[in-house]
């Protein structure tokens, strides 16, 4: 987990293997490892493919506050995977009550409403290891391919454009199957 654990890109050589993680979980802990896997793999040659499924994909969101107007009324917007024709008031609900960000997910044990995820971060800053906004940023700089599922980007409203602070593609389940098919590596977090 510390920053020299990954090559840098130009040291990289694929060696035509194939991984795929699939991030179902929300939570710190979780994200860090499966984000740690995905960028080690990556720079030692396997060519990762990372899938966010319903809270998994809260690290790639915009971190947004819970006072924040916009993210409690905010316009659902249309986009890749959207289906806005069907939204329904409760979809509001969720992207409020919902943790936006990488800097806002919660531990998934002795969270302590919020005090373990910040204590969790000063430990991993004073180690001098990766926090989890950096190793998304690494995991796409070396290459990682993101996408996030379909169903999870309509049923939670999720603006492609406008919610995320990377690219990432938006795919259904027989997409993901394809991947998981072609994978020498597959784990689920």
């Not at 060696?15 to 030692?44: C, H, P, R």
């Not at 044990?109 to 373990?116: A, T």
């Not at 998304?136 to 406008?162: P, Y």
Request: proline residues 3%; hydrophobic residues 45%; charged residues 20%.
């Amino acid at each position: 987990m510390t920053s020299h654990a990954c090559l840098p890109p130009e040291r990289s050589t694929h060696s035509g293997k194939k991984g795929v993680i699939l991030l179902v979980s929300g939570e710190l802990d979780k994200a860090i490892l499966a984000f740690e896997i995905a960028a080690g793999f990556q720079a030692m040659g396997m060519q990762m493919s990372m899938w966010f499924v319903l809270y998994g994909a809260n690290c790639l969101r915009k971190p947004r506050s819970y006072i924040s107007p916009g993210k409690w009324f905010g316009r659902l917007r249309g986009g890749p995977g959207r289906v806005t024709e069907t939204d329904v008031a409760l979809q509001h609900l969720v992207r409020g009550l919902n943790h936006d960000g990488a800097c806002n997910l919660p531990l998934s044990q002795l969270n302590f409403g919020g005090l373990g995820s910040l204590l969790m971060r000063a430990i991993m800053r004073r180690k001098g290891m990766m926090q989890l906004e950096d190793l998304i940023l690494t995991a796409r700089d070396l290459g990682v391919r993101f996408t996030i599922c379909q169903i999870c980007v309509d049923a939670m409203a999720f603006s492609v454009a406008d919610d995320l602070i990377l690219a990432a593609d938006v795919k259904g389940v027989s997409a993901y199957y394809r991947d998981i098919a072609d994978a020498d590596y597959n784990v689920t977090f």
